[in-house]
């Protein structure tokens, strides 16, 4: 496995958490300064973070498209090796009997 796709999984994890953290805090100073509604008594807080994920789902699917791509690739290595793996030792079961 390469160094490029050794951590893949935890890049496109972390850099998927910050896009949403970043539009978290977008969200929330839009909702404070008035452009957008707050919503309706207790509701501000959900409705805030309801539109940041809204919001961070395609952004995230647009700009971390290689990083999905090398995550795609890591795991399709690791379950291609269990089969692998699995196939061996049923082999050796079959062998014994």
Not at 28 to 57: D, E, H, T
Not at 75 to 85: L, S
Request: aromatic content about 4%.
């Amino acid at each position: 496995m390469s160094s490029s796709t050794s951590h893949a999984t935890l890049r496109y994890t972390t850099m998927r958490l910050g896009i949403f953290v970043g539009c978290l805090v977008v969200v929330g100073l839009l909702a404070q300064v008035g452009v957008i509604p707050a919503g309706i008594g207790k509701s501000n807080p959900l409705w805030v973070v309801l539109l940041a994920l809204v919001l961070s789902a395609p952004l995230s699917y647009v700009l971390l498209r290689r990083q999905r791509e090398a995550m795609s690739q890591q795991i399709v290595g690791g379950v291609d090796r269990a089969k692998d793996k699995l196939a061996a030792n049923q082999s050796q079961e079959d062998g014994v009997a």
